[in-house]
């Protein structure tokens, strides 16, 4: 059974632990508003991406579709298609979630993004189950509630800014700055040059099939390891945690 009351100092450190993705998560977040607000769309539509999509990539095309007049559901698949990576980070804490109540699961399952899968991550790492439950969970919600003002902040705002500005270079900006560090560790450099090479060959293909195909391929070459690199982290984004620290 879990309980946060009793958990609470765990669901505290989980929410330091998510502090420094904030610092790049933030200015992320609040770009999007900003695109939502100038996009040909309402308010609250853009804003409601957060809570609804939740996931920054997939958040900001579907607001550029939104805004270009594409089909709806050429827009959720789209959005579905750039989440794909989500299947992955769910197929890795399951094991970690297994006879939890099944809300757990729910509210869990809804808060994995990159972020939270690093932090909740190392906790599982170095606390018991229950314990690193908490963890997991104060980081979540901690970036959920930022990154949902972050966007609402950015749409309030957003309205009265000028389009030369090109706030939308944050995006780019912000993912390059993730991947520079992970360069360092043989199996996330592959991972990363082999995505980067299918999304540039794939740069035409249809309803933007090239980013699932460039996460798959990428993934793959991140897990298939050659025989000299260490084994005991089978994950790329447990990898990236020791790397963090």
């Given at each position: 059974?879990?309980?946060?009351?009793?958990?609470?100092?765990?669901?505290?450190?989980?929410?330091?632990?998510?502090?420094?993705?904030?610092?790049?998560?933030?200015?992320?977040?609040?770009?999007?508003?900003?695109?939502?607000?100038?996009?040909?769309?309402?308010?609250?539509?853009?804003?409601?991406?957060?809570?609804?999509?939740?996931?920054?990539?997939?958040?900001?095309?579907?607001?550029?579709?939104?805004?270009?007049?594409a089909a709806p559901m050429v827009v959720v698949?789209?959005?579905?298609?750039?989440?794909?990576?989500?299947?992955?980070?769910?197929?890795?804490?399951?094991?970690?979630?297994?006879?939890?109540?099944?809300?757990?699961r729910l509210v869990a399952a809804y808060l994995?993004?990159?972020?939270?899968?690093?932090?909740?991550?190392?906790?599982?790492?170095?606390?018991?189950?229950?314990?690193?439950?908490?963890?997991?969970?104060?980081?979540?919600?901690?970036?959920?509630?930022?990154?949902?003002?972050?966007?609402?902040?950015?749409?309030?705002?957003?309205?009265?800014?000028?389009?030369?500005?090109?706030?939308?270079?944050?995006?780019?900006?912000?993912?390059?700055?993730?991947?520079?560090?992970?360069?360092?560790?043989?199996?996330?450099?592959?991972?990363?040059?082999?995505?980067?090479?299918?999304?540039?060959?794939?740069?035409?293909?249809?309803?933007?099939?090239?980013?699932?195909?460039?996460?798959?391929?990428?993934?793959?070459?991140?897990?298939?390891?050659?025989?000299?690199?260490?084994?005991?982290?089978?994950?790329?984004?447990?990898?990236?945690?020791?790397?963090?620290?």
């Open positions: 059974m879990i309980s946060l009351r009793a958990d609470r100092r765990d669901v505290v450190a989980g929410a330091r632990a998510m502090v420094p993705w904030l610092a790049g998560l933030i200015p992320f977040g609040l770009v999007i508003g900003v695109s939502a607000a100038q996009a040909d769309i309402p308010a609250l539509a853009g804003w409601l991406t957060g809570p609804l999509i939740y996931a920054g990539s997939s958040q900001a095309a579907t607001i550029a579709m939104l805004d270009a007049g698949a789209s959005a579905l298609i750039i989440n794909i990576r989500l299947i992955f980070y769910s197929a890795t804490m399951a094991r970690y979630w297994r006879d939890t109540p099944w809300w757990w994995i993004v990159d972020p939270s899968c690093a932090v909740g991550l190392s906790g599982y790492r170095r606390l018991s189950r229950r314990r690193a439950h908490a963890h997991y969970f104060g980081g979540a919600v901690l970036l959920w509630v930022c990154w949902l003002a972050a966007i609402g902040v950015g749409a309030t705002v957003g309205a009265g800014l000028p389009a030369w500005l090109h706030l939308e270079f944050v995006m780019p900006l912000y993912l390059v700055g993730q991947t520079i560090p992970k360069l360092a560790h043989p199996a996330q450099r592959r991972a990363i040059f082999a995505a980067a090479a299918v999304a540039l060959l794939a740069l035409s293909a249809p309803l933007q099939l090239g980013i699932a195909l460039a996460i798959a391929v990428g993934v793959t070459a991140g897990l298939t390891g050659h025989p000299d690199e260490p084994t005991q982290s089978p994950h790329p984004l447990q990898r990236t945690v020791e790397v963090r620290r």
